[in-house]
């Protein structure tokens, strides 16, 4: 499975878009892209996937390079509420999460 | 009413005790997962199953074991070999990404082992 990057800790203020980055340098042609966010003490929750087009949800839109080697996903307007840490993972075989960033959303 | 449902949510066991953590799922799902999560750090993989009767070791799979007898279910042991088994339990089912379908976790089980 490919090896994901991502800052360990972002700020935002509260109604801004928050813009998390990822790097996956080494993902495959078919592999695609997930994103999931954890809420402190509680299982994670998926937010959005994608292979090689940009996708928007009600969630979140993911943004991926032309290349695939990153993506980012943007929150457009951040709450207090989406204070977590969100994971990128890439990869057919296994689930396997990184560190992920902590998004910390200020008012 | 679908999911994945891990129980207990909260766990005390002695020392040198086994201690098995459930977890079933009503999704239909062939994968299913098993997370351990230490304060502050990220999930790592304990052990997987991709279908029923077959599972395979994770990042960490020492010191525990689980079972894939049925679909719905896919439990797990921590057994006196784990040398730190105070932690927290996440169990997910789904995420097969050769089907592109996203994974779905329980609300975990906190173990403590005193």
Not at chain 1, 23 to 44: A, D, F, K, L, M
Not at chain 2, 41 to 53: A, D, E, F, H, T
Request: aromatic letters at 10%; a neutral charge.
């Amino acid at each position: 499975d490919a090896k994901t990057t991502q800052p360990p800790s972002m700020d935002c203020a509260e109604g801004r878009a928050a813009n998390l980055p990822c790097n996956h340098s080494t993902i495959s042609g078919n592999e695609y892209v997930y994103w999931y966010r954890q809420i402190h003490s509680q299982g994670p929750q998926y937010i959005i996937h994608g292979l090689k087009n940009n996708e928007t949800n009600e969630m979140a839109s993911l943004i991926i390079t032309e290349d695939r080697k990153s993506s980012t996903l943007i929150l457009p307007h951040a709450t207090l509420r989406d204070t977590a840490v969100y994971y990128c993972i890439v990869g057919y075989s296994t689930l396997t999460f990184g560190k992920g960033t902590m998004l910390l959303v200020s008012p | 009413d679908g999911g994945i449902t891990q129980s207990p949510k909260y766990l005390f066991r002695k020392e040198g005790q086994n201690v098995t953590l459930s977890c079933e799922q009503n999704l239909n799902h062939d994968a299913m997962y098993w997370y351990r999560q230490d304060p502050g750090q990220g999930l790592r993989l304990i052990y997987y199953s991709q279908i029923v009767n077959d599972f395979q070791k994770g990042d960490i799979a020492e010191g525990y074991s689980v079972s894939r007898e049925k679909k719905e279910s896919f439990p797990l042991t921590v057994t006196s070999a784990q040398k730190n088994p105070t932690a927290f339990y996440l169990c997910a089912s789904g995420g097969d990404r050769l089907q592109n379908t996203e994974a779905f976790f329980g609300q975990g089980t906190r173990l403590t082992v005193v």
